[in-house]
Structures are given as C-alpha cells and as structure tokens.
C-alpha cells in the first residue's frame, strides 16, 4: 500500500472551506468536542477555536501499532468520560474513518451524551456527518505527522 501525504496547506484549505460551507447553526449547538486521542486532538483544537467551544475531551481509543490494526478497541477511561459527556451534545472527531470501528467502539461504551455528530479528515462514504475528504486507498500521512518524524527522526505512530 502506498502512502498519501495530506500536507498542512490542504488542511487549512479542506477547514476553510468547511467553516465557509456548513451552515454555522448546524454546528451552534456544540457543548462538547470529543478527541478521539491520537488522531482527532489537532483536529479538534481547530474546531474548537473556529467555533468558540472550550470543553474539548479526550477519549483514548486504542487498538492498532504503527501497521497493524487488532480489530478490537479498547475505549479508556469510559465512567469518567460519560460523566463529563451526560446530556450534552457533542461532536466526535477523529482523523480518518475507515472501518468505523473506532468510532463504533466510542458511541457502544460514551452513551450518556444527549446528540453526537462526526467529524473527521478521512472517511469512506456515509461514515460521518462532516468529512473532508473522500478516505483515499492509502496510508495517510497527516502533517503533524511528518513532522514529529522530522523532529525525532522516526516515523509517528
């Protein structure tokens, strides 16, 4: 499989033009934004600076290496996430969505929120409410990414 490299300057054009596209009641309603941890807490910085929203939390969902995806996920920290999430709208992201897994193993174990829509970079079709891009048949490579492998000089994963 070959790699894709999503560089920074696409990023800041695919947010620009999402904020200049979404109509800004649709995401008004926001009380939270939950990073899945890695991939969506630059994302979700974004997100939350474009939309005024403060309560950013992380969910770590863990189940693949650097290659290698399990198949099973394992969502930490579930009570104390629930909690800060009971009756409030929220809004899932994460960088890519290719299985769905991920997501799937965040909305079987988070359920006391209120709402929930999904934001991602990456995604196949029909497997989020806002992506930015169509999940391309390759190993993405995100910016921040490339450079936390610039900066240690091994690749990020």
Known sequence: MGKYYYTHEQFIADMKTFYNRVDKKELSMIDSIVALSRGGLVIAQYLGYMYGIRDIITVPVIGYDETTD???RDVLHVKEINK????????IVDDLIDSGNSILAVLENITWMKSFQIFT???????????????PDAWIVLPWDSEIEEITGEPNG
Do not use: P, Q, T, Y
């Open 70 to 72: 399990s198949g099973e």
């Open 84 to 91: 800060m999430v009971k009756d409030k709208n929220i809004l």
């Open 121 to 135: 970079i990456f995604a196949n079709e029909g497997k989020a409410h806002f992506a930015l891009r169509k999940k």
